[in-house]
């Protein structure tokens, strides 16, 4: 699902050039350090097979939460054509006292549907618990999701706090579902991979803050128009300027979980961020 800009960038600074509006095709300046990231297209996963059917679907949820853990834009639902995709099989083995040893075998196919890497976690969990979705089920997923996402990372630079501005992401407002949090966890994965730091550490001082707001239209013949704002603030909450996008969605299609959508509006808003940025930067170099 994507998230076109319909109002690129809102511009409150004083005495400095208009900015261009490169986002006016809904899509990204050919140089943004955020067109082709290796990662931008982000992970689908898939139910488990082999697993009974609530503890199939707990654990693809867990697998995504993981993988977004270590800055992978992942998610159980929606996916377009970059996509990879990630499926676990599983197999038990009883055991004494109620128990089973359960193993995961997670494969990873590209967006063409070739295997790109499998990764594979064990555990010993109580039956009831394998048949509930229960305690036991983040062992087979966490071990797994750290070289899960390497096979798709990229490999930009890491920054390096004291030599460029820091940016805090504040949990965005308004959103329906699991929205407030997804968008800014996916913003903040989005300004990394355009090799800005964040202010995501203690005793960090923002040069940079940004603001989401998120309004959602009642249902109208089975659709809803969400509408997304990006606000990039000074530290003393001065604007700076804003990124706007809106869509039509199913009615509903959010109410729970964001998943990869909550990456294709950020990945689609983070250059606008980052050109606000470098203008401010231009204007008031100071502040970095």
């Known amino acids: 699902m994507r998230f076109p800009l319909i109002a690129a960038l809102l511009l409150a600074l004083a005495a400095c050039q208009p900015l261009p509006h490169p986002f006016e095709d809904s ?24 697993a009974p059917g609530t503890t199939a679907r707990d654990l693809a949820d867990a697998m995504a939460t993981a993988l977004q853990d270590n800055d992978i834009p992942a998610g159980t639902s929606a996916r377009n054509r970059g996509s990879y995709v990630l499926q676990g099989k599983a197999t038990t083995k009883g055991m004494p006292d109620g128990k089973m040893q359960v193993t995961v075998a997670w494969q990873m196919s590209g967006p063409d549907g070739k295997p790109t890497g499998q990764q594979q976690a064990s555990t010993v969990m109580m039956a009831s618990a394998w048949q509930d979705g229960g305690a ?15 096979l798709i990372q990229s490999n930009n630079p890491v920054p390096v706090p004291g030599s460029d501005p820091l940016i805090a992401v504040h949990k965005a407002t308004g959103a329906p579902g699991d ?56 530290p003393k909450g001065d604007q700076i300027g804003q990124v706007k996008q809106e869509n039509a969605v199913a009615a509903g299609s959010l109410d729970k979980v964001w998943g990869l ?28």
């Open 27 to 50: 899509a990204p300046p050919p140089n943004s350090p955020l067109m082709t990231p290796p990662d931008s297209a982000g992970i689908v996963v898939l139910p488990v097979s082999g």
């Open 136 to 150: 036991g089920i983040t062992n087979l997923v966490t071990p797994a999701a750290p070289a899960l996402a390497k």
């Open 179 to 234: 929205g407030d949090q997804a968008l800014a966890t996916a913003m903040s994965a989005a300004l990394r991979h355009a090799q800005l730091s964040l202010a995501d550490f203690p005793g960090a001082v923002p040069n940079y803050i940004v603001e989401v707001k998120v309004a959602v239209t009642p249902p109208v013949s089975g659709k809803q128009k969400v509408s997304i704002a990006w606000t990039l603030q000074g």
């Open 261 to 288: 959508t909550a990456y294709d509006a950020a990945n689609a808003a983070a250059p606008g961020i980052t050109a606000l940025i470098d203008q401010a930067k231009r204007v008031a170099p100071h502040a970095s």
